[in-house]
């Protein structure tokens, strides 16, 4: 039995049949290891992570799953700045990337596929006023959003 339900599962398949413009890649950061290493925190998320990314990479041959441990390749993981596990990184028609650190499920999973469908586009849904000013930022910006379930 998968996450989705057979109607999510349908829903999903059509939204982004129509919806998404362009292929995304989703790069899953987790923790493979069957070894436990002193000093080393387990990953009881990342199975559940890596199920639910297969299956909604499974319903569009737009959104390509890669899945890359930690442990065995720390470069990629400095480059995409991963610094717990799972990690999500969404990248598609621009240079932007979007980062979750998390299981996406309840509703972070509809946070999920709605970053799936704006990284597609290479856009999100801002107001011009809005675009405005993020365009006249000149540092970088990291936005965390912390997630507590309930």
Same mark, same amino acid.
């Given at each position: 039995?998968?996450?989705?339900?057979?109607? !999510? /599962?349908?829903?999903? #398949?059509?939204?982004?049949?129509?919806?998404?413009? %362009?292929?995304? /890649?989703? *790069?899953?950061?987790?923790?493979?290891? #069957?070894?436990?290493?002193?000093?080393?925190? @387990?990953?009881?998320?990342?199975? !559940?992570?890596?199920?639910?990314?297969?299956?909604? &990479?499974?319903? =569009?041959? @737009?959104?390509?799953?890669?899945? %890359? $441990?930690?442990?065995?390749?720390? !470069?990629?993981?400095? @480059?995409? !700045?991963?610094?717990?596990?799972?990690?999500?990184?969404?990248?598609? #028609?621009?240079?932007?990337?979007? *980062?979750?650190?998390?299981?996406?499920?309840?509703?972070?999973?509809? /946070?999920?596929?709605? $970053?799936?469908?704006?990284?597609?586009?290479g856009e999100g849904d801002? =107001? &011009?006023?809005?675009?405005? @000013?993020?365009?006249?930022?000149?540092?970088?910006?990291?936005?965390?959003?912390?997630? /507590?379930?309930?």
């Open positions: 039995m998968g996450f989705l339900s057979d109607r !999510d /599962t349908e829903y999903l #398949k059509n939204l982004f049949a129509e919806r998404l413009a %362009h292929p995304v /890649t989703v *790069r899953l950061f987790t923790r493979e290891s #069957k070894l436990v290493l002193p000093g080393v925190r @387990q990953c009881p998320t990342c199975r !559940d992570a890596r199920l639910i990314l297969e299956e909604l &990479a499974g319903l =569009s041959d @737009q959104i390509q799953l890669e899945v %890359h $441990d930690v442990l065995a390749e720390a !470069d990629l993981a400095r @480059q995409y !700045d991963i610094f717990d596990v799972p990690a999500i990184v969404l990248e598609g #028609k621009n240079a932007g990337r979007v *980062r979750f650190f998390g299981l996406p499920a309840g509703y972070e999973f509809a /946070t999920l596929v709605e $970053d799936l469908l704006d990284v597609s586009r801002l =107001s &011009a006023e809005t675009r405005r @000013q993020l365009r006249a930022i000149r540092a970088p910006v990291v936005i965390r959003v912390l997630v /507590t379930p309930t």
